[in-house]
């Protein structure tokens, strides 16, 4: 089956400096890639989502990005505020699949 | 408002007394999920489910019963619990299986002692 891993584990910022996560996979037939945020006693929400015809995509202060040839991709946050401290997981799955596989998840802090 | 709803959201118990978890959604979803969250783990997949009367195993299924029978509720149920199912547990639904996002409940911390 799929298997997504996921780096860093922790990961602390300023506030107002970029903040990227990256993941990886190992099912080549993987082409749905979502991020999701869970914020402290709450369920995971999705923020950002990318399919494998796509490179990049972009939503306001994030952005992800594909290399379907390396099988990785990465969330990137930029001018960071003190919200966007959460734990965020990275998943892939196949189109029509109901398998969704996520990483270990990264614990962001922002600093003030 | 649109949600999936967990209960209880705290629960301890004792090895070996059965327990449901419910989860409703309001959304009419189609497909609704299971997942636990493990430190270091991330959340894996128990059991899901495409439809009424249709369910089928995910990636950690052991020790863990499922039922749909109404579009709205996916119980979980722990016949026999042990201290290795003690964990954050949710319940998540999404609209169809084209990769609609999930929309997740607030979670079930659990403790099997």
């Known amino acids: 089956g799929e298997n997504v891993e996921q780096h860093p584990s922790t990961l602390s910022v300023q506030e107002g400096d970029s903040a990227v996560i990256k993941c990886t996979y190992s099912?080549?037939?993987?082409?749905?890639f979502p991020w999701y945020k869970q914020e402290l006693g709450k369920g995971p929400q999705l923020i950002i989502d990318?399919?494998?015809?796509?490179g990049e995509k972009k939503d306001q202060r994030i952005a992800v990005t594909l290399n379907k040839t390396a099988k990785h991709f990465s969330l990137h946050i930029t001018e960071t505020q003190p919200e966007d401290s959460a734990v965020y997981f990275c998943a892939a799955s196949i189109t029509n699949d109901y398998k969704l596989s996520f990483g270990a998840g990264t614990t962001v802090t922002v600093r003030a | 408002e649109a949600q999936v709803t967990q209960n209880p959201r705290y629960l301890i118990t004792v090895t070996g007394k059965k327990l449901t978890v419910t989860c409703s959604q309001n959304m009419n979803h189609e497909y609704m999920s299971w997942y636990r969250q493990d430190p270091g783990l991330g959340l894996r997949q128990i059991y899901y489910?495409?439809?009424?009367?249709?369910?089928d195993k995910g990636d950690v299924p052991e020790g863990y019963k499922v039922s749909r029978k109404e579009k709205r509720n996916f119980p979980l149920i722990l016949e026999s619990p042990s201290p290795n199912q003690t964990s954050l547990y949710f319940c998540a639904s999404s609209s169809d299986r084209d990769n609609s996002p999930l929309h997740f409940g607030n979670g079930t911390r659990l403790t099997v002692t």
């Open positions: 990318i399919r494998s015809n796509v």
């Open positions: 099912d080549s037939a993987s082409n749905y």
């Open positions: 489910s495409m439809n009424v009367e249709v369910t």
